[in-house]
């Protein structure tokens, strides 16, 4: 019993400092990455059949291990205008008891070129600059030298930490990158698409302690094709591979989309397998303007014993406004 109680505060405390430290340095992932498509690929701005586009985005995930979930929530904005598109994001991720809290502001200009006369293949290009705001409530947070095996084990806040913090609460300068190609003549087989962007492009100076550390650049390549199986039904494998610094991800999945014609809607049903990580379900419908999901994270990393094998929760809302076009020319796959 004292070992398993042991091993729950070591658990606690990589959790509430180590995650601290070294989330300073990486950014927060989503399962459904392609939903929130600024987030993803700042060359993705505008590029969808309509007015407008709003993007709502909720993440939860190790609430079974920790004193508090951590959550991380998305709203952007983004539209076309001839060959331009503009937007603009908020994203704020929050971590444990610490209330370790991550605040992205950005704005987004996009630019298309078509290659080909027919514009059937298109590459959009994407920049995208903001601030970033990092802070830590350092009193909510239990540290190693607290702790005392005393009455079977504890934490004494009376006990100093042995850390000395600079500060709780910097802003940084950002500045992401990147481009998309796609093919997109309509009543084709095979629609593939394929982009690349990075993010943190100046590298700012960050840091909590005293110390000297540059936010590293975090590089994604995404991929995949919209394959046209029949008028009803089509099956979208796809790909993401990001790294930054010294941690790499690697995701592969296969969304299904089903046409309810009489209904004017479409089914969606896919799963992921995020590397060493999670397994992952998806399930959502497009109806009319608006398109909705809902997935769910499989713990299968090493912490699936302290987690039961559970991860996270993700919900994302996009509405999309049509256009009306007497000879509609599709110029974007479903990404």
Not at 75 to 89: I, T
Not at 114 to 120: E, P, R
Not at 183 to 189: A, C, F, N, P, V
Not at 326 to 335: A, E, S, T, V
């Amino acid at each position: 019993m004292l070992l398993k109680l042991k091993n729950s505060y070591l658990l606690y405390i990589t959790l509430s400092v180590s995650f601290m430290t070294e989330m300073v340095a990486q950014d927060f992932h989503l399962s459904q990455y392609d939903a929130a498509a600024l987030y993803l690929n700042p060359a993705l701005a505008g590029q969808f059949d309509g007015k407008y586009r709003v993007h709502a985005h909720y993440r939860t995930q190790w609430g079974s291990v920790s004193s508090k979930a951590f959550n991380t929530t998305a709203l952007s904005f983004d539209m076309p205008y001839k060959k331009f598109a503009f937007g603009a994001q908020i994203i704020n991720s929050r971590a444990g008891a610490g209330n370790f809290n991550i605040l992205g502001l950005s704005l987004n200009l996009g630019y298309n070129i078509y290659l080909t006369k027919n514009k059937f293949h298109k590459v959009s290009l994407g920049l995208q600059g903001g601030a970033i705001q990092k802070r830590v409530d350092f009193n909510k947070l239990f540290f190693e030298n607290q702790y005392t095996t005393v009455g079977g084990g504890s934490f004494d806040l009376n006990t100093p930490t042995g850390e000395e913090f600079n500060n709780n609460n910097f802003w940084l300068p950002d500045l992401n990158a990147g481009f998309v190609y796609f093919y997109g003549k309509d009543q084709i087989r095979i629609n593939p698409f394929v982009g690349y962007s990075v993010f943190h492009l100046t590298q700012p100076q960050e840091d909590f302690f005293d110390t000297q550390n540059k936010l590293p650049m975090r590089h994604v390549i995404h991929g995949g094709a919209k394959i046209n199986i029949s008028p009803k039904i089509q099956v979208l494998p796809k790909v993401l591979y990001m790294q930054q610094e010294n941690a790499s991800e690697m995701n592969a999945g296969l969304m299904l989309h089903y046409h309810i014609q009489k209904a004017g809607t479409i089914l969606l049903l896919g799963t992921n397998f995020r590397s060493e990580d999670a397994f992952i379900l998806e399930a959502g419908a497009k109806i009319g303007s608006y398109e909705g999901r809902i997935s769910y994270d499989f713990n299968t990393s090493e912490l699936s014993d302290f987690s039961d094998g559970k991860g996270g929760f993700e919900i994302s809302i996009t509405y999309i406004p049509k256009i009306f076009k007497p000879n509609p020319i599709r110029n974007c796959p479903k990404i």
